[in-house]
C-alpha cells in the first residue's frame, strides 16, 4: 500500500537560516510526488509537484525538492527561510495516476516555526 | 477564476443534526475530492468524483456519510446524524484530469 512518512513533526528554525523538511514515501511505481503547504485557518497550496525528468524540482516561495529515487525520498529546501514561510507542510504521493485511481496520500505533515 | 469555494467556513451544530457541506469547483475542471483533517488523523480522503461519477468511497467512514455531485460545478457532503467524534476540518480539491489538485479554504465542523 501507498504511504509517505514525514518524520518531523515540528521543526523550528532561524529566519535566515537553510531549511530541509524530509519526506519517504512508500509506492510499487513510478510515484507522482507533491508539496503542499497550510497556513493557519487556510486551505493547502501546492508548492512544487514531481512527475517525471529532472529530478531537482523548483517551486514557488523558492522551495525546491529533490526527488531520489535510492532513497524513496522527496525533501523540500530552502536556502534562506522568512518567517512568513511558518506553517505547516504536506507531502503527497498520487496514487495511480494515468488509472483508475487519482487520490493523494498525505504524510502527517510538519509544523514549521521561524525564530526571529 | 475565484478557485475552490466552499460554504459554510464554519459550522457548530447538536448531536444528531444534519449537516451538509458545500463545494464549488474550479471551471474546467473534471475530478472533485472531499478530505477531512483531523489532529489525530490527519488528512484523510473520503470520496472523489470523477466527471461527476463517484470514484472510490471507501474513505467514507460509515453510512451516515454521503456525497453527491449532481453537475460538474456543485458537490455535497452530508452527515446525518452527526456525531461529536465528526468534528473536524472539512476539505474539497478539483483537479484536472486528476493531477494537481486544488484545495479550498476548508468547512471547520464542531459537533457539540
Known amino acids: 500500500a501507498q504511504s509517505v512518512t514525514q518524520p518531523d513533526i515540528h521543526i523550528t528554525v532561524s529566519e535566515g537560516a537553510s531549511l530541509e523538511l524530509r519526506c519517504n514515501y512508500s509506492?510499487?511505481?513510478?510515484?507522482?510526488l507533491f508539496w503542499y503547504v497550510q497556513s493557519p485557518g487556510q486551505g493547502l497550496q501546492l508548492l512544487l509537484k514531481?512527475?517525471?525528468?529532472?529530478?531537482l524540482v523548483q517551486g514557488i516561495k523558492g522551495f525546491e525538492a529533490e526527488f531520489k529515487r535510492s532513497q524513496s525520498s522527496f525533501n523540500l529546501r530552502k536556502p534562506s527561510v522568512h518567517w512568513s514561510d511558518a506553517a505547516e507542510y504536506f507531502c503527497a504521493v498520487g496514487a495511480g495516476y494515468g488509472g483508475s485511481q487519482g487520490n493523494l496520500i498525505f504524510g502527517k505533515g510538519t509544523k514549521l516555526s521561524v525564530k526571529p | 477564476d475565484a478557485g475552490v469555494i466552499q460554504s459554510p467556513r464554519h459550522e457548530v451544530t447538536e448531536m444528531g443534526q444534519e449537516v451538509t457541506l458545500r463545494c464549488k469547483p474550479i471551471?474546467?475542471?473534471?475530478?472533485l475530492f472531499w478530505y477531512r483533517q483531523t489532529m489525530m488523523r490527519g488528512l484523510e480522503l473520503l470520496i472523489y468524483?470523477?466527471?461527476?461519477?463517484?470514484?472510490?468511497d471507501s474513505g467514507m467512514p460509515e453510512d451516515r456519510f454521503s456525497a453527491k455531485m449532481p453537475n460538474a460545478s456543485f458537490s455535497t457532503l452530508k452527515i446525518q446524524p452527526s456525531e461529536p467524534r465528526d468534528s473536524a476540518v472539512y476539505f474539497c480539491?478539483?483537479?484536472?484530469?486528476?493531477?494537481?489538485?486544488?484545495f479550498g479554504p476548508g468547512t471547520r465542523l464542531t459537533v457539540l
Open positions: 514531481y512527475f517525471s525528468g529532472d529530478t
Open positions: 471551471s474546467g475542471h473534471n475530478s
Open positions: 480539491a478539483s483537479s484536472l484530469s486528476r493531477v494537481e489538485q486544488f
Open positions: 509506492y510499487g511505481a513510478t510515484p507522482y
Open positions: 468524483f470523477n466527471n461527476n461519477v463517484p470514484i472510490d
